[in-house]
């Protein structure tokens, strides 16, 4: 059975906009398994904010313990369904030490096998200095980390259209997250870093070249943003992220399977909430050459997020989960 490492559920207890398929965890566990989807790997981009452009909800108000209180609902979701799901743990990469012990203490739990973080927070990129303790403390942990783009990526102001918004300009700040992060050095500091780009990565395997001559030593003296020289070359570090398939193109998934070759891509789906391409996606996969297909489809999910079959332990009991509840509701009211 296919592991999707790229899934939504609202867990019970919060409420919030989205469609139906968030909010009804059963069926979307059916309609994946009749697609040959065993396990699905779910976590919240916005934590219990919004993924709405222009709500009005700013997602980053969300305090440590907030969010911890929305990552311990995600937990009892999974708990709920342990044959069928697991959890990425939210967090804010710019949120300071708080947020860190947070995530840290959660990892701990058998619930949660990786991060999920914005490519770009309030308009900075993840390449920003300001990322520095969040990838010492991600290469540290040794979990994945599913780069996935926020309610309101870079240039959303100019984009107002929703659905621009969610199929074209967040895949655009994928991509320039990704470069900005390989630009960035951080995965020559941290060579541990395991990255997953959502949406395929956007459009970066077709700027490899680009990256490199954007790294290259320029002659005469510095100028402002210009970021000290790569050891290597931009493009060997490139090749160490993972991408997932939740585009559904035969192009890009071409493209990536290309250029990361057939152990570095995922089966991602996006679904929920985009269920209605779930179908297509699965399909891209199914045609794969036999030696690829289980690679992307299972292997190589299950060697990188180390799923070994589930131990179901016991949900958290009521009292837990109604405070969790309440927390995690305070903050959907943030902005």
């Given at each position: 059975?296919?592991?999707?490492?790229?899934g939504?559920?609202?867990?019970?207890?919060?409420?919030?906009?989205?469609?139906?398929s968030?909010?009804?965890?059963?069926?979307?566990?059916?309609?994946?398994?009749?697609?040959?989807?065993?396990?699905?790997?779910?976590?919240?981009?916005?934590?219990?904010?919004?993924?709405?452009?222009?709500s009005?909800?700013?997602?980053?108000?969300?305090?440590?313990?907030?969010?911890?209180?929305?990552?311990?609902?995600?937990?009892?979701?999974?708990?709920?369904?342990p044959?069928?799901?697991?959890?990425?743990?939210?967090?804010?990469?710019?949120?300071?030490?708080?947020?860190?012990?947070?995530?840290?203490?959660?990892?701990?739990?058998?619930?949660?096998?990786?991060?999920?973080?914005?490519?770009?927070?309030?308009?900075?990129?993840?390449?920003?200095?300001?990322?520095a303790?969040?990838?010492?403390?991600?290469?540290?942990?040794?979990?994945?980390?599913?780069?996935?783009?926020?309610?309101e990526?870079?240039?959303?102001?100019?984009?107002?259209?929703?659905?621009?918004?969610?199929?074209?300009?967040?895949?655009?700040?994928?991509?320039?997250?990704?470069?900005?992060?390989?630009?960035?050095?951080?995965?020559?500091?941290?060579?541990?870093?395991?990255?997953?780009?959502?949406?395929?990565?956007?459009?970066?395997?077709?700027?490899?070249?680009?990256?490199?001559?954007?790294?290259?030593?320029?002659?005469?003296?510095?100028?402002?943003?210009?970021?000290?020289?790569?050891l290597?070359?931009?493009?060997?570090?490139?090749?160490?992220?993972?991408?997932?398939?939740?585009?559904?193109?035969?192009?890009?998934?071409?493209?990536?399977?290309?250029?990361?070759?057939?152990?570095?891509?995922?089966?991602?789906?996006?679904?929920?909430?985009?269920?209605?391409?779930?179908?297509?996606?699965?399909?891209?996969?199914?045609?794969?050459?036999?030696?690829?297909?289980?690679?992307?489809?299972?292997?190589?999910?299950?060697?990188?997020?180390?799923l070994?079959?589930?131990?179901?332990?016991?949900?958290?009991?009521?009292?837990?989960?109604?405070?969790?509840?309440?927390?995690?509701?305070?903050?959907?009211?943030?902005?």
């Open positions: 059975m296919y592991v999707d490492v790229h939504h559920l609202a867990p019970y207890g919060e409420t919030g906009g989205g469609p139906p968030l909010r009804d965890p059963e069926a979307a566990i059916e309609a994946k398994r009749a697609l040959g989807i065993g396990m699905t790997l779910i976590g919240s981009p916005a934590g219990a904010g919004s993924m709405l452009p222009g009005g909800v700013d997602n980053y108000r969300q305090s440590a313990d907030q969010i911890r209180a929305h990552n311990d609902l995600m937990g009892d979701l999974v708990s709920r369904f044959e069928a799901l697991r959890g990425y743990v939210y967090l804010d990469p710019f949120g300071g030490d708080a947020m860190l012990a947070m995530a840290e203490d959660l990892l701990r739990d058998w619930r949660f096998v990786g991060l999920i973080v914005n490519t770009s927070i309030r308009d900075e990129y993840l390449g920003s200095p300001r990322a303790d969040f990838f010492a403390f991600a290469a540290r942990a040794g979990v994945p980390v599913l780069l996935h783009p926020p309610a990526p870079v240039g959303t102001a100019s984009m107002p259209d929703p659905g621009l918004v969610e199929h074209v300009v967040r895949p655009c700040d994928i991509t320039m997250s990704v470069a900005s992060i390989v630009c960035g050095g951080w995965l020559e500091r941290h060579p541990e870093l395991l990255l997953i780009a959502a949406a395929g990565g956007g459009g970066i395997a077709q700027l490899a070249e680009k990256l490199d001559l954007a790294t290259q030593p320029r002659p005469g003296p510095p100028t402002p943003g210009r970021r000290a020289a790569l290597g070359r931009a493009s060997d570090s490139l090749r160490r992220f993972h991408v997932e398939t939740s585009c559904p193109s035969a192009a890009q998934l071409r493209a990536n399977l290309e250029f990361f070759g057939p152990g570095r891509v995922l089966l991602g789906s996006d679904a929920p909430p985009l269920m209605d391409v779930l179908g297509r996606i699965v399909g891209l996969v199914d045609g794969l050459p036999d030696g690829v297909r289980g690679r992307v489809g299972e292997t190589n999910a299950r060697t990188l997020f180390d070994a079959p589930a131990t179901i332990r016991p949900a958290p009991d009521a009292g837990a989960i109604a405070g969790a509840a309440a927390i995690a509701g305070d903050a959907a009211t943030v902005g």
